[in-house]
């Protein structure tokens, strides 16, 4: 699969409607998008998101009806993977500390206690 990365804006608000519909026919996936292109360009992205292998289609009478080729959580999880890899030289610790340091990055107290969970779960298993 491309990486998501890789995708241009339009590309990855097409990705995100995609998901969130779990599937959908191009009206459905244009109705999604803020201010949308014309139907036949919602169309050709979605075909080149199917030829990037982000995307399949299956027919539904006259429409055709695209679903993602990678669970969310799996692409989420490669897409992450990537920017750590990149930006932050393959430091998990760091990018953690950078999304904590961002003016927007308050945390709930229940989800301070999840992390904490999650941190001391990582030190159990030596990771």
Known sequence: MTNELELGRRERQIMDA??????ASVAEVRAELPDPP???AVRAMLNLLEAKGH???ER????????????QDRA?????????????HGS????AAALLELPEGELSDTERER???LIE???????
């Open 18 to 23: 995609v998901y969130r519909l779990g599937s």
């Open 38 to 40: 014309s139907y036949s």
């Open 55 to 57: 995307l399949k289609h």
């Open 60 to 71: 539904d009478g006259l429409r055709y009806v695209y679903r993602p080729t990678v669970a």
């Open 76 to 88: 989420r999880r490669s897409a992450l993977r990537h920017m750590v890899h990149t930006f932050f």
């Open 92 to 95: 998990p610790g760091e990018a």
């Open 115 to 117: 992390l904490a969970r």
């Open 121 to 127: 779960r990582t030190k159990a298993e030596g990771r």
